[in-house]
C-alpha cells in the first residue's frame, strides 16, 4: 500500500548530484543557474561540468586513498612527514579527474617505474607501494619491520585488486582462505 514518493525538484536534483560527485554542496550561484536553465539537457549539462571539476577527483580519489592506506606521514613513533606522499595523492586525484583507465590506473600504480621508459608519472604511481606505515623507532629491529612492510604490500595489493584477504597467510593456512601461506 505504500505510493512512491514524489518526484524531485529541480533544487534537489542539483543538490543530491553536487555532493554525490564533488562532496560539496552546490553555490547560490550554481543554484540559480540551473534553476534558471529551461533546456531539456539542463541536468545533463551539470553532471557533465561536475565531472569537469578538480573536486569530483577529490571526492572519488579520496576513496582510493583510504584503500590504498595513503598517509602524509609515517603512521607511528613521532608521526614523521613523508616529504613527497602528496605527488602520490595528486596523481590519484589526477587520474580520476582524467578519467584514465582502469587497467592503466592499475598497472601504473602496481609496477610504473617497470614499463618501457617510464615517466614522472608513472613512476610516481607506483608511490602505493609506499604508502604503508613505516618506523624508525630506535629499538626497532631492521629484519621484522622488512616483512611486516611485506606482509602489509601483499595484503593490501590483493585486498584491492582481488577483493579477498590475505592477511591470516602471512602466518598459517586455514582451511577455506583463498589463499595458503605458501602461496
Known amino acids: 500500500g505504500l505510493a512512491p514518493v514524489a518526484p524531485a525538484t529541480k533544487r534537489q536534483l542539483l543538490r543530491r548530484i553536487t555532493f554525490d560527485l564533488t562532496g560539496l554542496p552546490p553555490t547560490p550561484a550554481e543554484i540559480d543557474t540551473f534553476l534558471a536553465d529551461t533546456r531539456p539537457d539542463a541536468y ?3 553532471v557533465d ?3 569537469a571539476s578538480p573536486r569530483y577527483g577529490e571526492r572519488w580519489g579520496r576513496h582510493w586513498l583510504d584503500v590504498a592506506r595513503y598517509a602524509d606521514s609515517n603512521g ?3 608521526n614523521v612527514a ?3 606522499a602528496f605527488r ?3 596523481w590519484v586525484i589526477d587520474s580520476f579527474n582524467s578519467n584514465q583507465p582502469f587497467d592503466q590506473f592499475t598497472v ?3 609496477a610504473g617505474d617497470l614499463l618501457p621508459k617510464p615517466t614522472l608519472d608513472q613512476r610516481v604511481a607506483t608511490g602505493f607501494n609506499r604508502c604503508n606505515v613505516t618506523t624508525g623507532e630506535g629499538g626497532s629491529i631492521d629484519d621484522e619491520y622488512y616483512m611486516r612492510y611485506a606482509v602489509d604490500r601483499v595484503e593490501t595489493t ?3 585488486w582481488l577483493g579477498l584477504t590475505a ?3 602471512a602466518c598459517h593456512d586455514h582451511k577455506f582462505d583463498p589463499l595458503t601461506q605458501k602461496e
Open 167 to 169: 592477511g591470516c597467510a
Open 44 to 46: 545533463e549539462r551539470v
Open 88 to 90: 602520490y595523492r595528486d
Open 82 to 84: 613523508h616529504r613527497n
Open 76 to 78: 607511528l613513533d613521532e
Open 49 to 51: 561540468r561536475l565531472l
Open 108 to 110: 601504473e600504480q602496481l
Open 158 to 160: 590483493s585486498t584491492v
